[in-house]
């Protein structure tokens, strides 16, 4: 038997290992570079009022000292649509600061969408250009990041948020972080 015809084998072998493995992965946990690095600093103007203009500034240093969540979203996204109960109840629980990412978008929609279906968010940060999103290397919309209170990204999460995701990660995650 010819060993010339063991090479292709092999080569076959470890590229369905790899495929193997690439299928066992979470889609939604793609790995970050972020994770356990400081969040990169912003300042943004905030969601004001309703043909108000924009808010006061707000960057992650405002929130140093304290655990809280950063959702990237905007009102062109449909997936976003299908997670905002899940940030909806966050919210209600009160237990973190809930801050959003409006993701090259406009005010006005923002605000169309939060009127229409509940605003989740503590406060609204408005990334019109996207430049803070490639920062934080979003890959699109929605994305959510834990941050730590010393403001170090401990967790990010791609894709719409899930009762699942909110109760068996995000949430314990959150505790512990707290402690």
Not at 85 to 99: D, F, K, M, T
Request: hydrophobic letters at 40%; charged letters at 20%.
């Amino acid at each position: 038997m010819n060993r010339f015809f063991l090479v292709p084998l092999g080569v076959f072998l470890v590229l369905a290992g790899f495929l193997g493995l690439g299928l066992l992965r979470d889609p939604h946990e793609l790995p970050s570079p972020l994770i356990g690095k400081p969040a990169p600093a912003f300042s943004l103007p905030t969601l004001g009022a309703p043909g108000k203009g924009d808010g006061p500034a707000f960057g992650p240093h405002e929130l140093r000292g304290r655990v809280w969540v950063l959702n990237v979203w905007a009102s062109w996204c449909a997936t976003c649509r299908e997670e905002h109960p899940v940030l909806l109840e966050l919210a209600q629980r009160g237990i973190v600061p809930l801050v959003g990412l409006d993701y090259k978008d406009q005010p006005n929609e923002a605000h169309g969408r939060l009127t229409r279906f509940g605003n989740p968010y503590t406060l609204l940060a408005l990334d019109a250009d996207g430049r803070v999103g490639i920062d934080y290397g979003v890959y699109g919309v929605p994305e959510t990041y834990v941050i730590d209170k010393a403001g170090v990204i401990r967790f990010k999460h791609i894709g719409a948020l899930t009762p699942e995701v909110l109760n068996t990660k995000l949430l314990p995650l959150i505790q512990e972080l707290q402690r």
